[in-house]
Antibody, heavy 119, light 106 residues
Framework: EVKLVESGGGLVQPGRSLKLSCAAS????????MGWVRQAPGKGLEWIGE????????NYTPSLKDKFTISRDNAQNTLYLQMSKLGSEDTAIYYC????????????WGQGVMVTVSS | DTVLTQSPALAVSPGERVTISCRAS??????MHWYQQKPGQQPTLLIY???NLESGVPARFSGSGSGTDFTLTIDPVEADDTATYYC?????????FGSGTKLEIK
C-alpha cells in the first residue's frame, strides 16, 4: 500500500523558516517524481513544485521559487520542503504527492500537514 | 502560466448526469487531469491524460476533451459524489490547477 506521511508543520512566526518532511512507503521511492501542493484555508489547490528521481530536475511555481526548496533523500525514502521568509499568505495545508508513471499528474497524496504563519 | 477556468458550483439530483468543465488559456493537448476532494480530505485522482480512468475509480466518471476545452462527466451522480472537483494541466514545466467546481447533490 502506498503511504505518504507529512510531518514538520505547526505554528511559525512571520519571517522564519520551516522544513516539512514526507515519509514514503509501499513503493519504490527512487523510481518516481514527487511533488508538493498546498491549499490555503477555504481555497483551492496550488502547485508548489516537483522533483525528479535523482534530483537533477526541480521545477517550481514562479512565485515561490525564491522562497521554497524541494529536495529528497532516496536512501531514507523521504521528500522535503524547505520554506523560508514565511508570511501569512503561506498559511495552508501542505500535501506531499507522488507523480504517476508519466510525471504529469499526482496519483497518490498524503493526508497533508498544516502550517500556520502567525505572530 | 496556463490559467484553468472552472465554474464555481453546480447542484444536481441523484441519478442525473453532470458535466464539469475546464477551459485552458492555451492549448494543453491532452495533458489535463481531474481530482476529487471531499471535505476534510486530501484530493484523489479520477482521470489522467484527459480521458483515462484511474484504477479503482467508478466507471460513472469519465473525461473528454483536448486543446483548451475539457469535461469531467459523472453519470449517474450519487450522493457520495458531493465534493469539489479540480482540473490540473501539465503542458509545461509549471503545472496549474483550476479553481475548483463544488458539486452539491440535492
Amino acid at each position: 500500500e502506498v503511504k505518504l506521511v507529512e510531518s514538520g508543520g505547526g505554528l511559525v512566526q512571520p519571517g522564519r523558516s520551516l522544513k516539512l518532511s514526507c515519509a514514503a512507503s509501499g513503493f519504490s521511492f527512487n523510481d518516481y517524481w514527487m511533488g508538493w501542493v498546498r491549499q490555503a484555508p477555504g481555497k483551492g489547490l496550488e502547485w508548489i513544485g516537483e522533483i525528479n528521481q535523482d534530483s537533477s530536475t526541480i521545477n517550481y511555481t514562479p512565485s515561490l521559487k525564491d522562497k521554497f526548496t524541494i529536495s529528497r533523500d532516496n536512501a531514507q525514502n523521504t521528500l522535503y520542503l524547505q520554506m523560508s521568509k514565511l508570511g501569512s499568505e503561506d498559511t495552508a495545508i501542505y500535501y506531499c504527492a507522488r507523480l504517476g508513471t508519466t510525471p504529469h499528474y499526482f496519483d497518490y497524496w498524503g493526508q497533508g500537514v498544516m502550517v500556520t504563519v502567525s505572530s | 502560466d496556463t490559467v484553468l477556468t472552472q465554474s464555481p458550483a453546480l447542484a444536481v439530483s441523484p441519478g442525473e448526469r453532470v458535466t464539469i468543465s475546464c477551459r485552458a488559456s492555451e492549448s494543453v493537448s491532452t495533458l489535463m487531469h481531474w481530482y476529487q476532494q471531499k471535505p476534510g480530505q486530501q484530493p484523489t485522482l479520477l482521470i489522467y491524460l484527459a480521458s483515462n480512468l484511474e484504477s479503482g475509480v467508478p466507471a460513472r466518471f469519465s473525461g473528454s476533451g483536448s486543446g483548451t476545452d475539457f469535461t469531467l462527466t459523472i453519470d449517474p451522480v450519487e450522493a457520495d459524489d458531493t465534493a469539489t472537483y479540480y482540473c490540473q494541466q501539465s503542458w509545461n514545466d509549471i503545472f496549474t490547477f483550476g479553481s475548483g467546481t463544488k458539486l452539491e447533490i440535492k
